[in-house]
């Protein structure tokens, strides 16, 4: 069965689909089918133009308007996005690939939370009253002006979202640019922020490559710039943007571990390293790649994990029986394979999965390695891909030392009976997210982002109104001011 997902017109400026033919093709493809479902082009200068244009020229009214004002709008965002969220969960899963079961659930819905989040959040923005005797100061929190998001393709719903919505509910406008891979569903946010009663030019949506994703962080017209994507892309998107001084949100890759003690409840770690690793074929920047587990308890957790995992149910995406889907691209199928690869040759022992399955798109089996060591570049580098690393390990000092061994630091689980060991592992790793017998949950209330190589800032919960706001200070002198001469 073929699919269109055609959009009205490539990108989304001021308040409308726009088009310029003159961009280069971006050919969209189902991944479950290798079919193309749509083209768009990449954004030329000209559309560029008017999208910064539109959007400082709407942001100055904006910003003017009171936050219960704004918030109203996201609101009736969020109740728009629930609504039609079949079809937006459909395209998610053309976008992406991911299953129905998984989109239906975790996509558009986190994106309608953060609306809804932020959109009740907008009315409580205040600065501070600082009395110094009689004299005294308030602080005004103001926005940042124009924020560039540029998103990466395994949440393309969620990501627009979780930028789109703190950045309005400040009073900033922005202009965000999906991944090549996955630009459809940032066009539908637009569509439906607008119905919701955004003004023009607050939210645009621009296709295109990394060059267009670097145009806008060299405009001296942008503020901010929110990226979700690679640590290599982080680091240029970092730099370009320190030209100009100007703000980052930096969510990046990871390699997180994810530790299971012996005295951990079976079936529930199997959960977890299944979800830390399964999930959205394995496409998830904050999956528990490296599984430590204890020598106890290690040959039960590899033949339930084996057995567990042989029960997925991989298929049509569309059908809401299907728990795992293909990867992204055939790209990203490549550099998953040369992984796979790699642990073979390094001596790896292969569980499960391992290798293509014979059908039309970019399928793969999901994987599992037992008998993986530290230095296995399997264990050291992000694979982005369904593929699940299992080491040993005999005692907590030694584990969490080895979690630790890593440039990247975005999150990290463990999975105990012994509450204090439970805690004093989540107070030990390096990592912006820890789990407790969990993994994964990336719930709006929840700061989420990373440390070391993983990025800089954080989204969801208030502590994303630091980035994309600022402090004025001012001062009030309420008598007559002396000075020496
Ligand atoms: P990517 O780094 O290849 O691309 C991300 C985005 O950056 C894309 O839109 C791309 O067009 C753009 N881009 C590329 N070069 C650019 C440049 N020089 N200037 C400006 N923009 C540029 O990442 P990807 O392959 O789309 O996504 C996978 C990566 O994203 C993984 O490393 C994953 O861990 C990470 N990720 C992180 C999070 C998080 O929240 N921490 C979430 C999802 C994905």
């Given at each position: 069965m073929?699919?269109?997902?055609?959009?009205?017109?490539?990108?989304?400026?001021?308040?409308?689909?726009?088009?310029?033919?003159?961009?280069?093709?971006?050919?969209?493809?189902?991944?479950?089918?290798?079919?193309?479902?749509?083209?768009?082009?990449?954004?030329?200068?000209?559309?560029?133009?008017?999208?910064?244009?539109?959007?400082?020229?709407?942001?100055?009214?904006?910003?003017?308007?009171?936050?219960?004002?704004r918030?109203?709008?996201?609101?009736?965002?969020?109740?728009?996005?629930?609504?039609?969220?079949?079809?937006?969960?459909?395209?998610?899963?053309?976008?992406?690939?991911?299953?129905?079961?998984?989109?239906?659930?975790a996509d558009a819905a986190s994106g309608a939370d953060a609306l809804e989040y932020?959109?009740?959040?907008?009315?409580?923005?205040?600065?501070?009253?600082?009395?110094?005797?009689?004299?005294?100061?308030?602080?005004?929190?103001?926005?940042?002006?124009?924020?560039?998001?540029?998103?990466?393709?395994?949440?393309?719903?969620?990501?627009?979202?979780w930028k789109a919505a703190p950045a309005l509910a400040c009073g900033n406008a922005m202009i965000f640019k999906p991944s090549e891979t996955t630009p459809l569903s940032a066009l539908k946010v637009a569509e439906i922020l607008t119905e919701a009663g955004l003004p023009a030019g607050l939210f645009n949506v621009v296709q295109g490559m990394g060059d267009v994703g670097a145009a806008l962080v060299a405009d001296p017209r942008i503020d901010k710039v929110s990226l979700t994507g690679s640590v290599p892309t982080g680091r240029k998107v970092?730099?370009?943007?320190?030209?100009?001084?100007?703000?980052?949100?930096?969510?990046?890759?990871?390699?997180?571990?994810?530790?299971?003690?012996?005295?951990?409840?079976?079936?529930?770690?199997?959960?977890?390293?299944?979800?830390?690793?399964?999930?959205?074929?394995?496409?998830?920047?904050?999956?528990?790649?490296?599984?430590?587990?204890?020598d106890g308890i290690r040959p039960a957790f590899l033949s339930r994990l084996a057995e567990r995992v042989s029960q997925a149910v991989i298929g049509d995406p569309m059908d809401p029986d299907t728990s795992f889907g293909p990867l992204v691209s055939a790209r990203q199928l490549e550099i998953v394979e040369s992984y796979i690869a790699r642990g073979q040759s390094e001596g790896a022992r292969l569980i499960c999965g391992g290798s293509r399955l014979s059908r039309p798109g970019y399928w793969l089996a999901p994987?599992?390695?037992?008998?993986?060591?530290?230095?296995?570049?399997?264990?050291?580098?992000?694979?982005?891909?369904?593929?699940?690393?299992?080491?040993?390990?005999?005692e907590e000092s030694e584990v969490l030392a080895r979690a630790n061994a890593t440039a990247f630091g975005l999150s990290a689980g463990v999975f105990t009976r012994d509450l204090t060991r439970a805690h004093r592992m989540a107070a030990?790793?390096?990592?912006?997210?820890?789990?407790?017998?969990?993994?994964?949950?990336?719930?709006?209330?929840?700061?989420?982002?990373?440390?070391?190589?993983?990025?800089?800032?954080?989204?969801?919960?208030?502590a994303a109104i630091e980035h994309y706001s600022q402090l004025k200070s001012v001062f009030v002198r309420m008598g007559a001011l002396e000075a020496p001469y």
């Open positions: 073929t699919h269109n997902a055609q959009p009205t017109a490539s990108h989304f400026i001021d308040g409308a689909p726009a088009e310029d033919t003159a961009g280069a093709p971006i050919d969209v493809i189902y991944p479950a089918t290798g079919d193309i479902i749509a083209r768009v082009h990449g954004a030329t200068p000209a559309i560029l133009e008017r999208a910064v244009a539109s959007a400082r020229a709407a942001q100055v009214d904006w910003a003017a308007r009171s936050g219960a004002e918030g109203r709008i996201l609101r009736r965002a969020a109740d728009l996005i629930r609504a039609r969220n079949h079809d937006l969960s459909v395209l998610e899963t053309l976008d992406t690939g991911k299953p129905y079961q998984e989109t239906s659930v932020f959109g009740g959040m907008a009315a409580t923005l205040t600065g501070q009253h600082i009395p110094l005797g009689e004299d005294w100061a308030y602080t005004r929190r103001e926005p940042l002006g124009l924020c560039a998001g540029i998103g990466a393709w395994n949440y393309p719903t969620q990501i627009a979202c970092y730099a370009a943007a320190a030209e100009g001084m100007k703000h980052v949100t930096m969510e990046l890759g990871g390699k997180s571990p994810l530790v299971i003690f012996d005295d951990a409840d079976l079936e529930s770690a199997v959960s977890g390293a299944i979800l830390g690793n399964f999930y959205s074929s394995g496409q998830v920047c904050s999956n528990g790649t490296r599984v430590f587990v204890q994987t599992v390695f037992a008998d993986v060591t530290d230095d296995m570049t399997i264990a050291r580098e992000e694979i982005f891909g369904p593929v699940m690393a299992v080491l040993g390990f005999s030990g790793f390096q990592a912006g997210t820890c789990f407790i017998n969990s993994y994964n949950d990336a719930p709006v209330e929840v700061p989420f982002g990373g440390m070391k190589l993983s990025g800089v800032g954080r989204e969801n919960a208030a």
